[in-house]
């Protein structure tokens, strides 16, 4: 079946450690650890967690020497490159370089001035190591603030602007760019004016978006209408919870967009009244199950025979429950039917063989 993709917007790509961010690389997932950075065991291990669930990129926070010091440690034997974030203190910028980041994320308004930017610029120059300028609705300065009477979406972007025009005038552009505030559509406003006036690479987010349910809807929301625009090269979706639920999250977000696949898309149905078996419970089983894959397919778990496959037609497999027997459909078509027990046990089946099948035909050049 047919579907419309996403036209991104080409930007330029920069090289963080080993990781490509814009042109056309795919969007790059990124989270922050929680933990005391200066605590490298703690840190370390979330770190792992956060590479295992999929975060490609990870930023750790630099308060004080203590962290830059604990992050030559963590650089070292990390599964994925890390960012160094910093605030009002240049020389821990400087340090964080020296110790191996891939990434220095500052925001340029609270960094120590004109002066100390330049510096800092020459010094990520001389490593090849990127900037991220990380203009938020919180820290704009009063001139801008007065200039648009508050946080709005034009001055996010006069304020980005105003920094890149400093460094770019002293040959450096070696740049992410984020443009953050903790409302969905300010941000999505300034990431899209700034889209139109720059190609440098983009970092999206919605700042502080909250606990986990309204988090991810404002994330989702945030990202997830820009993305559907084409604008965005990294994502991270920021939450007051694990940081690995921020990755999870992501990948969703992505996937629901089809910019990236990581394995099978489940489909379900909300049940109705015609729903005779606790499809909550079939279709969170089916969930876990497709954890185990990687194939880029859809399955659908439905809860009806009578209705469930024919909704169902753009899935690749599914599953529909009826009264105490159950049956297995592809592309819509019922191939077999079972005892409703049985039907994880033969979506199980069913994914191997997908799986199988899939893997022989990339051996012989087939899908990517
Ligand atoms: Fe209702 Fe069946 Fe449709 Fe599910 S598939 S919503 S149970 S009609």
């Given amino acids: ?12 790509s920069i090289h963080v450690g080993g990781l490509i961010i814009g042109g056309s690389a795919p969007v790059v997932i990124q989270s922050m650890t929680s933990t005391d950075t200066s605590d490298v065991g703690k840190t370390r291990e979330q770190i792992f967690k956060l590479a295992e669930a999929g975060c490609e990129l990870i930023r750790v926070a630099i308060p004080d020497e203590n962290a830059v010091k604990a992050l030559k440690k963590l650089v070292a034997g990390s599964p994925v490159p890390l960012v160094a974030d910093i605030h009002f203190d240049a020389r821990l910028a400087y340090m964080a370089i020296e110790n191996g980041a ?14 100390k930017l330049l510096e800092l610029a020459g010094m990520a120059d001389k490593y090849k190591v990127p900037i991220r300028i ?14 648009y009477g508050g946080p709005y979406s034009a001055a996010l972007v006069e304020s980005a602007l105003a ?20 409302d969905v559509y300010t941000t999505i406003s300034a990431y899209r004016l700034f889209s139109e006036k720059r190609d440098y690479p983009l970092h999206i987010g919605i700042t502080e978006a909250g606990t986990i349910q309204t988090g991810i809807i404002k994330g989702a929301i945030g990202t997830g209408t820009l993305l559907a625009e ?77 209705n469930g496959p024919g909704e169902a037609k753009e899935a690749d497999i ?11 459909f592809k592309h819509g078509k019922v191939v077999k039917t079972v005892k409703q027990e049985k039907l994880l046990e033969v979506l199980k089946e069913e994914l191997d063989n997908e799986t199988g099948r899939y893997n022989r035909q990339k051996k012989q050049g087939g899908p990517k």
Avoid: H, W
Wanted: proline letters at 3%; aromatic letters at 4%.
């Fill in 102 to 115: 891939a990434k220095i994320r500052i925001n340029p308004g609270n960094i120590g001035g004109t002066g």
């Fill in 230 to 306: 084409g604008i965005g090269d990294t994502i991270r979706i920021s939450l007051t919870a694990s940081p690995v639920e921020e990755v999870i999250t992501a990948r969703c977000i992505l996937q629901s967009l089809g910019l990236r696949i990581f394995g099978p898309e489940l489909i379900a149905c909300p049940t109705c009244g015609r729903c005779t078996v606790d499809l909550i419970n079939l279709a969170n089983s089916a969930e876990q199950l497709l954890k185990n894959y990687s194939i880029p397919i859809k399955v659908a778990v439905m809860g009806c025979a009578v």
């Fill in 1 to 12: 079946m047919g579907v419309d993709k996403i036209k991104r917007k080409l930007t330029r």
């Fill in 134 to 147: 990380g203009v938020n609705a919180g820290s704009l300065n009063k001139k801008i603030l007065q200039k």
């Fill in 163 to 182: 920094y890149l025009e400093v460094l770019e005038a002293d040959g450096f552009s070696n740049f992410v760019v984020s443009l953050k505030s903790s």
């Fill in 318 to 328: 599914g599953i529909c429950a009826g009264k105490k027997r159950g049956m297995l």
